[in-house]
């Protein structure tokens, strides 16, 4: 079990020489972060937005890598598996804009074909998007006392990352594929975020796993946190955030990434069946990165702070296996 630290009051991320304010490490249960980053060549930000509906499910990205500037729009059919997406590469990630605050400013990008406009205020987040066959203008509130989880993860005072997994949050609005108009909310409809700002070693892997349902979802994560006393892993009930302070096994199988997932631990016992494999890569020779991210359903428990096993049956999401050479 890890020990990491509860913060609680507003603070940056980074000393003024840009290396890691040791007062930032470990997690939080709303944004508090501030991306103070300095220096090039291993500075990664990125905005991702996924949002789940019966019918599809939605990617976007908008993304610097320093080297690149790496978004892309993405939207799979549910009901026959067919996948709409449209990337852009943008060397030195030329016109990417993104704050250093998750929860303010806005993050947009317009490059190769496509548009995305990320606005966040207080009481929500405003998600629009255009690309070739696809149209997203979608709402994404806040509500009251709704909890993320934030993390800071040490690799050393020097490659270090915050990250904000919000998981659950209600989404309603319009999505336009192909010229055909689907209206976007009721229960289940969500939407997650993961907001990322850090300075990151050259060559990492992680796994990541995220699934809601009405009143429950839940966030683990692996692999990239291993070692640094600090985790991810965290269940959501009723918009409330129980923090998993353990690193989790992770057993799936790289040859056929349809079979069961299996994500387990003192406090977790999840299996998660996908309906989907979503594969990305890039190689940019100096940049590349291999993703499979498995769409499917979850089933199995994980232990609120009370000692409570809560039923993750029904729960709709992903997991995904992510190799970075950055």
């Not at 019918?55 to 892309?72: E, K, N």
């Not at 349902?213 to 269940?235: C, F, H, I, S, Y």
């Not at 989790?248 to 079979?259: C, G």
Request: charged share 25%; aromatic share 8%.
């Amino acid at each position: 079990m890890t020990r990491e630290p509860e913060v609680t009051d507003a603070t940056e991320l980074c000393l003024p020489d840009g290396r890691l304010n040791p007062a930032a490490v470990g997690w939080t249960r709303r944004p508090l972060h501030t991306a103070n980053l300095r220096g090039w060549g291993r500075t990664k930000r990125w905005e991702y937005w996924g949002i789940v509906t019966s019918r599809h499910i939605v990617g976007l990205v908008v993304s610097s890598l320093d080297y690149a500037g790496v978004h892309s729009v993405y939207v799979l059919d549910r009901s026959n598996g067919v996948e709409t997406n449209t990337d852009a590469v943008v060397p030195l990630a030329r016109g990417a804009v993104l704050p250093p605050r998750s929860g303010e400013g806005e993050a947009h990008v317009r490059s190769g074909g496509l548009e995305i406009r990320i606005t966040q205020r207080p009481d929500g987040t405003a998600i629009f998007a255009r690309a070739p066959g696809v149209l997203l203008d979608v709402d994404v509130p806040l509500p009251a006392g709704h909890e993320s989880l934030g993390v800071v993860v040490p690799w050393s005072d020097t490659r270090f990352q915050y990250t904000v997994k919000d998981v659950g949050r209600p989404a309603h609005g319009r999505l336009e594929v192909h010229g055909k108009a689907h209206e976007i909310g009721g229960p289940e409809a969500f939407a997650v975020l993961d907001h990322g700002r850090g300075r990151w070693p050259y060559a990492i892997t992680w796994n990541w796993a995220a699934g809601a349902a009405p009143g429950r979802a839940v966030q683990l994560g692996g692999k990239w946190t291993d070692g640094t006393g600090v985790t991810e892993n965290g269940l959501f009930v009723d918009g409330r955030l129980h923090k998993i302070g353990e690193e989790l096994q992770w057993r799936y199988d790289r040859s056929n990434w349809l079979r069961p997932w299996r994500i387990s631990g003192a406090r977790v016992d999840v299996e998660f069946r996908p309906f989907h494999e979503k594969v990305a890569r890039t190689n940019l020779l100096v940049v590349a990165n291999e993703t499979h991210q498995c769409f499917g359903h979850f089933s199995g428990w994980a232990e609120a702070d009370d000692g409570t096993k809560v039923e993750l049956d029904g729960l709709v999401g992903w997991a995904e296996e992510a190799r970075n050479r950055w």
